[in-house]
């Protein structure tokens, strides 16, 4: 029920907030794939390539890296996913998001890896981040590529079973 909810505020919605065709073939950032973005299938909003665009989207957000929306692009293009709801998934995590979904990532991490979190909320402060950082890189990479396949998965399989109810009750 939530994902038919998703898929029909979606749809009226992405006109308003997603970015257009337009838009993304102008950006600074993804403007060496102008030459790829004519591909139809990198803007249809059909089942396939909105659950691929989910996988990939989700699992780029989590990913502690600068720019996320160029190996997002050239992903989506790879596994010919739809671009606009890739690139709009990977604004998930933003300047206010990200030390959030960042930390909880590494603390997850350190549970995964049967260490304890060299910090928290008590003891926080850059320098010893600085200072640390190689303590604190394996599991924060371990726990950012664990969520965002789980997070990817999980989503992309919500959107893929709303499209069959979708599709089941559109045809009764």
Not at 61 to 69: E, H, K, T
Not at 73 to 98: D, G, Y
Not at 133 to 154: D, Q, R, T
Request: net charge positive; hydrophobic share 55%; glycine share 6%.
């Amino acid at each position: 029920m939530i994902g038919i909810m998703l898929i029909t505020v979606s749809y009226f919605m992405r006109r308003k907030f997603l970015p257009t065709k337009e838009e993304l073939k102008q950006h600074k950032w993804l403007g060496f794939l102008h030459k790829y973005m004519h591909h139809n299938f990198l803007w249809h909003f059909d089942r396939n390539s909105v659950t691929k665009a989910c996988i990939v989207g989700g699992f780029m957000c989590m990913m502690p890296i600068p720019f996320q929306m160029v190996p997002a692009a050239i992903l989506a293009l790879t596994l010919r996913a739809n671009l606009i709801i890739t690139i709009a998934l990977v604004w998930i995590s933003n300047p206010i998001t990200m030390l959030p979904m960042m930390y909880g990532a590494y603390l997850f991490g350190c549970f995964m890896m049967g260490q304890t979190a060299l910090f928290y909320e008590d003891n926080f402060a850059w320098h010893h981040i600085i200072t640390n950082i190689h303590a604190i890189f394996v599991p924060l990479i371990l726990g950012c590529i664990i969520i965002g396949l789980a997070f990817g998965l999980l989503l992309s399989s919500i959107v893929w079973l709303s499209f069959n109810l979708w599709r089941k009750f559109k045809n009764h």
